[in-house]
C-alpha cells in the first residue's frame, strides 16, 4: 500500500481544496490511500522553532511526510500567489536546508477556483519551486468553476473531467 500525505492550503471551513482531498480516497486507484494531514495546529515557520524546540505539530507533519510516498498540494492561489498555508508547509517541509522531510518526493498540485482562472499561476509557481527541493511533480490539476464540480451536499465530484485529471493525477505516484 502506498500513502500520500495531502494538504489543503486553505482553512475556510467549506474549502474547496479540502472538499477535494475528502473525494480523494474514492478516485484513488487500489493500493494507494490518502492521509489528510490538518495544518491547523503547525505554527508559522521560526527557525527559532526547529532542533529540539519542534512543535509536536511540525514533528507529526515532518514525520508523516518523511514515512509516505508522495504530497499532495491542494493550494488555493491568494492574489496571484501562495497561500500563506501552503508557503508555511512548504517551509516546514523543506528545512533543514538540503534536507527537509519533502526532498525527494513525488509531488501532486491540485488548484481549483471558482472563478475563471483555475488556479493556474499557483500551479506553475509550485510546479517551478519544488524541483529545487529535488522534488518530481508527477501531476497538476487545475480546475475553473469548481462550485459547479463538486456536488453541493456532499464532497464528490460530479465533474468527470475533474474526476478523471484527479485519477489521472493520483495513478502517477
Known sequence: MKTIV???GSTRAAS???RIIRALPGLAPDGLQIAHFD???VPFYNQDLEGDAQPSAVIAMRTAVAEADGVLF???EYNGSYSALTKNTVDW???PMGGGALRGKKVMVVSVTPG???GQRISKTLSEVLPFFDNEVVSVVNAATVHEKIAADSDTVTDADLAVALRDGLASF
Open 6 to 8: 495531502a494538504f489543503s
Open 16 to 18: 474547496f481544496h479540502t
Open 39 to 41: 495544518l491547523a495546529d
Open 74 to 76: 491542494a493550494a488555493p
Open 93 to 95: 517541509l523543506t528545512r
Open 116 to 118: 475563471p482562472g483555475g
